[in-house]
């Protein structure tokens, strides 16, 4: 037989072949559930088609259900990923909806938030307001399409005494809105208070962080 015919592969190598296919980052990307029920189903298919198909005909019918079942799963994970994942997809979004609001219109926001006690709403729209400010004085870029840390590292050059409160309020901003976490009332205090001490002080741009 000439050295040139492709080998087929057995039940138990096409099976490795989907789960190795299946462990690549795109898949677990998506919902995990989603990837391990796939997973089982690719299995359990395998496995019902492997009993019986000994020939080498039968290695043909096995090796063209391994690729049409990757295929399936590709182009599920390409359409679906999306919807499985909206926070991944939204992650450095720091504004919603299309109305632009003024730092003044955020800290309105926050403060009529603060009055019914929904702290999530109070902690995001007081960073809106701290980045929208930025924007207003001219010390940062517009936000859209940049991560709270990519903004706050702008201001940090800025308000270089101010860079740590910067870090930390979008790492708050990033746990209450993207991470799910529960937030408090000192975080929004945390928030204000810096808020108020970038509004007091004029931008000054110290050589070595703006050579950055």
Known sequence: MSSDVPLLPGSDEARRWAADELAKKV???AKPTFVQSVLDWVQQTLADFVHGLGSPSGNVALLLLVT???AVVVA?????RPRLNPGRRKESAIFDG???LSAAGHRELAAAAVERGEWESAVTETFRAIVRSGEERGVCAAAPGRTAAEVTGELARAFALHAPA???SATIFNAVKYGHEEATRSMYQELAATDAALTAVKPHY???LAAL
């Open 166 to 168: 910067l870090t930390n």
């Open 76 to 80: 599920t994970v390409l359409i679906i």
């Open 27 to 29: 898949y677990q990307d």
């Open 206 to 208: 110290d050589d070595a």
């Open 98 to 100: 299309a109305q632009a």
């Open 68 to 70: 049409v079942a990757i």
